[in-house]
Nanobody
């Protein structure tokens, strides 16, 4: 079994910063991709940023220049540094990972439980 444990959400004023963390634990052979999606009330879940184990990044246009994603492969942990937060960034942020649990097994997607980020004055 694999678990993704998120931390770092909360309430922040517009223009402020937050840092999200997501640690993967359990039966892990290799991690291919980790990252973040978000879902605002009444909207579909959308990509925020993804990073591969060798550092390639895919990021939504809406967060470029404001959010930075990084990965610590030794700790199986991905981070999302969010700066210049806007009210439109308010959402539940979900950790996402593509993980292979054995040498011969197929990789599959895992999700965290979600952490609330609220940007409000």
């Amino acid at each position: 079994q694999v678990q993704l444990v998120e931390s770092g959400g909360g309430l922040v004023q517009p223009g402020g910063s937050l840092r999200l963390s997501c640690a993967a634990s359990g039966s892990i052979f290799s991690i291919n991709v980790m990252g973040w999606y978000r879902q605002a009330p009444g909207k579909q879940r959308e990509l925020v940023a993804l990073i591969t184990s060798d550092g390639r990044i895919n990021r939504a246009d809406s967060v470029k220049g404001r959010f930075t994603i990084s990965i610590d492969n030794a700790k199986n942990t991905v981070y999302l540094q969010m700066n210049s937060l806007e009210t439109e960034d308010t959402a539940v942020y979900y950790c996402h990972a593509n993980i292979q649990t054995s040498r011969l097994g197929s990789a599959r997607i895992y999700w965290g439980q979600g952490t609330q980020v609220t940007v409000s004055a």
